[in-house]
């Protein structure tokens, strides 16, 4: 239509590995209520075969390389894409901003995990520190969460003038429903990743095995082929590898099914930028016990925080939660109650606002 703004989006979140982790949710929720806004036009970079939202034009681009030279081949080659797609502004919501762009860039910023915790691999924040110029050629930038754009600022040297804080929401999918498994557990739900610190969750069931509570630990999520030898060798030393289940990757019903009959969802995360599984098991009424790092940020009073690298405390808090019914019930409805402040339309709202000002800028 005449007059629409054009936003071309780098739509790799919606493909291969990423349309499985986080990042494939934020970027089908916000691409689906950007194309819900009449005066925008929006168009994704995406290989073949990639599915895209509903209302969002779907640009084909060639991308062969395999496994982790994927994004080598994908950061090379999207400048390119690029110059070839008529566009007004960038909604760039990978990890890193594209070298370059024919028009202005709005970046998402998920989290500084690469180059502020120390579990993260060298290769990784090599690549980070290589490439964190970039941010300072972005119009905006959209942080996930108040930490991560307080990190953003210190870490990258942003002007906060270019910052803002968009939270996730949350898909209508998550929400309570029927509970009494006969088969008691607690749910951890997050692709393998060293800072998501799996070791800390299985010391956790085995206490609480050891205490006589009946419940096992199920524990949702892709493990990439290049981890799944270190995740089966920290199964094995697990205090009670009985007890843990490996379910890997869980579609959205699977998933919402495991988080209402769970008891509790275990977050040990050294560092979230945002924290997605948390708001979804509140929004199913699904207690949470989080560490008190960044990642218990989006829980606030909708579950308990113990001191963080506490197995001990993590496992009073869960046995507290599974033994008392008072508790459990408050903790489901203060849950409930926290989820319902996030949303998907209003983070669609807030990123539309912000490509607008960038292209109307331009």
Not at 142 to 163: K, N, P
Request: glycine share 8%; aromatic share 6%; proline share 7%.
């Amino acid at each position: 239509m005449p007059g629409q703004i054009r936003v071309v989006t780098d739509g790799m979140g919606l493909a291969r590995d990423s349309a499985y982790r986080g990042i494939g949710t934020y970027c089908r929720h916000v691409l689906a209520a950007l194309a819900e806004e009449a005066d925008l036009e929006v168009t994704a970079l995406v290989p073949t075969g990639t599915e895209v939202p509903d209302g969002v034009r779907a640009r084909r681009v060639l991308r062969v390389a395999p496994g982790r030279w994927a994004a080598e081949e994908h950061d090379l080659l999207l400048p390119l894409d690029l110059l070839r797609t008529p566009g007004d502004v960038l909604f760039s919501p990978g990890k890193l901003p594209p070298r370059w762009s024919p028009y202005p860039v709005v970046q998402t910023v998920h989290d500084l995990v690469p180059l502020s915790d120390p579990t993260a691999s060298p290769s990784e924040r090599r690549e980070w520190q290589r490439a964190s110029r970039r941010w300072q050629h972005a119009a905006a930038v959209v942080a996930v969460s108040a930490h991560t754009a307080v990190e953003a600022t210190a870490t990258l040297g942003l002007d906060s003038s270019r910052l803002h804080v968009v939270p996730h929401g949350v898909d209508a999918a998550f929400r309570p429903g029927p509970r009494g498994s006969t088969d008691p557990y607690l749910l951890f739900v997050g692709e393998y990743d060293p800072r998501k610190r799996h070791r800390l969750a299985f010391q956790v069931i085995g206490t609480l095995a050891d205490r006589g509570l009946p419940h096992t630990l199920r524990v949702t999520g892709r493990i990439a082929p290049w981890y799944a030898e270190l995740m089966a060798q920290l199964v094995a030393d697990a205090p009670r590898p009985d007890r843990i289940e490996l379910l890997g990757y869980q579609n959205v019903d699977a998933l919402v099914r495991l988080y209402q009959q769970a008891d509790v969802l275990l977050v040990t995360s050294s560092a979230e930028g945002f924290g997605l599984p948390a708001v979804e098991a509140m929004s199913c009424g699904t207690p949470v016990v989080t560490f008190d790092t960044n990642a218990s940020q989006v829980v606030g009073d909708g579950g308990l925080v113990v001191p963080d690298g506490d197995v001990t405390a993590m496992a009073d808090a869960v046995a507290a939660i599974c033994t008392d019914e008072t508790l459990r019930r408050d903790l489901r409805e203060r849950a409930v109650r926290r989820a319902a402040t996030f949303s998907w339309a209003e983070s669609g709202r807030q990123h539309a606002a912000i490509l607008r000002t960038e292209a109307r800028r331009r």
